[in-house]
């Protein structure tokens, strides 16, 4: 059978069997003391998941944490700087809406609208263009190349006692496709070479 057949079947079949995802991309990390910078050496623990809906426009955060040292006073995401430095909040200030504060443990559950300027820090939307557009296209960017951090501030570690480094997660379709993909290029490999052998 000729490959370029093999593969054009393969994508047809893949491309009307698999899900069709949403217009969305997804970032994770853990929370840890040891991302802080500079690093500490708290116990706590966390992690965050970031659902950014282009179609709403809309930013979803969820995220939790446990045995922190101090008692929160803030979180928001950070952005955009490269790994290892500080910036200042591109999210909400003094912290996200309903964030728990005053505690050392809890969870969090919030979708933001990003088309409102109340969803940003007032000086992130002023350095990224002067428009809410601007400033949400700069925060995604930041977000898809690594640049943007979850932060949980408390009374004992003001800058910032647990963070997480936000990266792209991929969807699972995404990883299915690309297995089913590389089946079908081994299945050929090996094909061609018991062909090549005999031949």
Do not use: W
């Amino acid at each position: 059978m000729n490959i370029n057949k093999l593969l054009l079947g393969f994508f047809v079949f893949a491309s009307t069997t698999l899900p069709v995802a949403a217009h969305e991309a997804k970032y994770g990390a853990s929370l840890l003391g040891s991302s802080e910078v500079p690093a500490n050496a708290s116990p706590a623990t966390g992690s965050v998941l970031i659902t950014i809906d282009f179609d709403l426009v809309t930013m979803r955060v969820e995220t939790n944490f446990s045995d922190l040292l101090g008692n929160v006073t803030a979180a928001h995401i950070h952005c955009c700087t490269d790994p290892g430095t500080n910036v200042g909040a591109a999210t909400q200030v003094p912290s996200f809406i309903g964030f728990p504060l005053g505690i050392t443990a809890g969870t969090y559950d919030h979708t933001f609208d990003m088309a409102l300027a109340s969803s940003y820090n007032p000086a992130f939307i002023t350095n990224h263009g002067g428009l809410v557009s601007t400033a949400f296209n700069d925060l995604v960017a930041g977000l898809d190349a690594g640049k943007a951090y979850l932060n949980v501030h408390t009374d004992l570690f003001p800058g910032g006692e647990i963070r997480g480094l936000l990266s792209p997660v991929p969807e699972p379709e995404s990883y299915a496709l690309l297995l089913a993909g590389l089946g079908v290029l081994t299945l050929f490999a090996r094909r061609n070479k018991r062909e090549t052998a005999h031949g």
